[in-house]
């Protein structure tokens, strides 16, 4: 999608559809210019269809009017963004993604959208660069209806924004289009490895992908096999995997700083549940709850996709990923109930439900984590339908103790728009995973299950600070909704951008582990920041 900056003027912008977002109530006195100017150029028709349409500039509504060569653009899309008071730069986003859908029904390939004053030029420009290109997201592939020249239709290709009265048009807007367009990209890219089917995305195919990755950011890419996951004694991890006829696949990438005194500072770690199916194992799912089970490697679609941005970001500190890809199944060679395994730290587990698999690959690939030393580990899985039972689709669970680093993965997910709650891992739930034969097990009770598989991942973590994202209610969306269609949303991929972006802006330095428990958390400085995009 290409973006360019008109000055000022709206109206005499033209295009194929004059997109005017506005808050509640700007039909009024609060009108902005581009809907004063489109109004009069229509002699007052524009506000008065917008009355009888009983369009009040509320978030979800819209309205669409040809002009019948009245105005330079063909069509006026006014778009609500809800009461003044709730604007973000989400909101705009959302609104951006529902004009990007309107243009795609009507087969538009070039709009132009008046970007609102309600956030700083840069910020808002950023929202709906990736409000447009997450909005036109589409998979489709499978589908061989529809006719080939639907197929091939060119898609919304060029976008005119409108800039505010007096916005200055320099560097800053052109990185925030940069940015947007790498972002969304790489969001696209990741809900695609989501909605591709468990036949298609299979342990390899993952490790596959990560090379794309790589060699598209200028990443060192580390793939191991079987023989190498038995090798660092991941007895957790082979267990899941043994089930499976698909060989799993061990992923490590690395961005590592050019400067070398960057590359010794303590790096951050992102971790990805990479089940490329989960069927339950022998425990096995029922067929329903199993549907939706490709989603299960989500989390490493996102860490993926966030590393081919961090790729281009250049943060001044070394950052990791590591996975653990392998397919939950039944069969003959399956980890049973009852099977104890011993991990790659030593603690044992006895096998309670196979379906609780997630927490048992993490747990080896969180010690690996560890070994690395990092200053921080963020984990992002599809570990609990639990935590969909507290939260909803729509939020995920943020779990960990190390308040500071739990603060700044919240203040990124506030400044990239993704919502974030966070949970308690508290230890009254211990007693839950308590093992008559074992260390411990696997699964215990049903009440708070998502905070005891939070406990089970954080005996894996050790002194180092962690923060768990419980990702499996918003993995997927149940219905169009902004920019999001139903399926896979890429959720986690803005937050661990924000989060390094922010920490590469920091102008503390954690040269060690031991220092990073003093961190305050990263909020002033690290905001104004983003206030840049
Ligand atoms: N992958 C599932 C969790 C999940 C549920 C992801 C819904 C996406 C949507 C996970 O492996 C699982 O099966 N968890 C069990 C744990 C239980 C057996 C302790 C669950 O949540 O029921
Ligand atoms: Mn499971
Ligand atoms: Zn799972």
Not at 277 to 303: H, N, Q, Y
Not at 520 to 529: D, E, I, L, N, Q
Request: hydrophobic fraction near 45%.
């Amino acid at each position: 999608m290409n973006f360019s900056f008109v000055p000022g003027d709206a109206v005499r912008a033209g295009g194929a559809m004059l997109v005017i977002p506005l808050l509640d109530g700007d039909l009024g006195d609060s009108a902005p210019a581009a809907l004063v100017d489109a109004d009069k150029a229509l002699d007052g028709k524009l506000r008065a269809a917008a009355t009888q349409e009983g369009f009040k500039g509320k978030a979800d509504q819209s309205l669409v009017l040809h002009t019948l060569g009245r105005l330079q653009a063909e069509r006026v899309m006014l778009l609500g963004l809800g009461a003044r008071a709730r604007t973000t730069p989400e909101v705009l986003r959302l609104a951006a993604g529902r004009a990007a859908k309107m243009a795609q029904k009507l087969k538009l390939t070039e709009l132009t959208f008046v970007v609102p004053e309600t956030a700083p030029a840069p910020v808002a420009v950023r929202a709906i660069v990736e409000g447009l290109m997450l909005g036109v997201y589409k998979f489709d592939r499978y589908k061989t209806t529809g006719g080939k020249e639907e197929k091939k239709a060119p898609g919304l290709g060029a976008v005119r924004l409108v800039l505010p009265q007096g916005a200055s048009q320099g560097a800053e807007l052109e990185e925030a289009v940069e940015l947007g367009r790498d972002v969304a990209q790489a969001t696209n890219w990741a809900r695609d490895l989501v909605n591709e089917p468990a036949n298609v995305v299979h342990p390899d195919r993952l490790a596959q992908a990560a090379q794309e990755v790589a060699k598209a950011a200028g990443l060192k890419a580390t793939i191991g096999g079987r023989r190498e996951i038995e090798r660092l004694r991941m007895g957790m991890f082979l267990g899941v995997a043994q089930g499976s006829a698909h060989e799993p696949k061990l992923i490590h990438l690395s961005y590592v700083p050019k400067n070398p005194k960057d590359a010794r500072r303590a790096p951050v770690a992102l971790v990805g549940k990479a089940i490329t199916f989960d069927s339950g194992g022998l425990s096995l799912k029922p067929a329903d709850s199993m549907v939706e089970m490709k989603t299960d490697m989500a989390g490493s679609a996102a860490v993926l996709a966030a590393m081919r941005v961090i790729g281009e970001l250049q943060p001044p500190f070394p950052v990791h990923a590591f996975i653990g890809a392998c397919e939950n199944m039944p069969s003959g060679t399956a980890y049973r109930p009852g099977d104890i395994l011993t991990s790659r730290l030593g603690k044992t587990v006895e096998i309670t439900n196979t379906d609780a698999e997630g927490r048992l690959v993490l747990g080896d690939i969180l010690t690996w984590a560890v070994e690395h030393k990092p200053a921080a580990i963020i984990d992002l899985a599809t570990l609990t339908g639990a935590c969909v039972i507290a939260l909803g689709n729509y939020i995920v669970g943020a779990f960990g103790d190390h308040d500071a680093t739990v603060e700044q993965v919240l203040s990124a997910a506030k400044a990239a728009g993704e919502e974030l709650w966070r949970m308690p891992v508290t230890e009254l739930q211990k007693d839950a995973l308590r093992s008559e034969v074992a260390d411990m097990k696997n699964s215990g009770e049903r009440w708070g299950g998502a905070i005891n598989a939070a406990l089970f991942l954080k005996e894996f973590v050790g002194d180092t600070p962690w923060v768990h994202l419980d990702i499996a209610g918003p993995s997927t969306s149940p219905k169009e909704r902004g920019y999001f269609n139903k399926g896979a949303t890429g959720v986690g991929v803005r937050t661990l951008v924000e989060f390094v972006r922010q920490r590469a802006a920091s102008p503390e330095q954690e040269p060690a582990r031991e220092t990073a428990a003093a961190a305050r958390p990263a909020k002033g400085k690290a905001r104004s920041k983003t206030a840049r995009a």
